[in-house]
């Protein structure tokens, strides 16, 4: 069985992006523009996926978390905006200004520090589900 959206590689003259391939995206859109956004300075590419929200810089093949949903262990859900490790950076020239603190990791380590990261806010989940 299929799904619109999954398998998506992105493909720039720097190189191509094929980490999103096991990850929804895209489901429901047929125009797919209205999800991915190219900056001003053409640097940096947003992508609004159906979990999460990306921005990949397309000249160091490296990739941030904006917003992700965390699911925990009994169907508790949060919606973040991606806070790990200390980095910092805004970034102008889309719709909106977009202020990521979550550090842009290289294709080969997205998945590990992502897993980290989501790791980390299931515990955070559980503690609070559990104070309930």
């Known amino acids: 069985m299929g799904c619109d959206a999954y398998g998506v590689t992105l493909k720039t003259s720097f190189g191509d992006f094929d980490v999103f391939k096991n990850i ?3 489901i429901g859109h047929t125009d797919h ?14 992508l609004r996926g159906e ?13 941030s978390v904006y ?4 699911r925990g262990e009994n169907n508790e859900w949060s919606e973040d905006q991606a806070i790990f490790g200390k980095d910092k950076t805004h ?6 200004h977009y202020y ?20 980390l806010r299931k ?3 559980q503690a ?5």
């Open 91 to 96: 970034i102008n020239g889309f719709s909106r």
């Open 67 to 70: 917003k992700t949903t965390i």
């Open 24 to 26: 929804p995206i895209l």
């Open 100 to 119: 990521l603190q979550f550090p842009f990791v290289r294709q080969a380590s997205f998945y590990e520090v992502l897993g980290k990261y989501e790791v």
């Open 128 to 132: 609070a589900v559990d104070a309930l």
């Open 123 to 125: 515990e955070q989940i």
């Open 33 to 46: 523009s209205k999800c991915i956004e190219q900056s001003k300075c053409n640097r940096y590419l947003l």
């Open 51 to 63: 979990f999460g929200t990306y921005i990949l810089d397309i000249k160091d093949q490296s990739i």
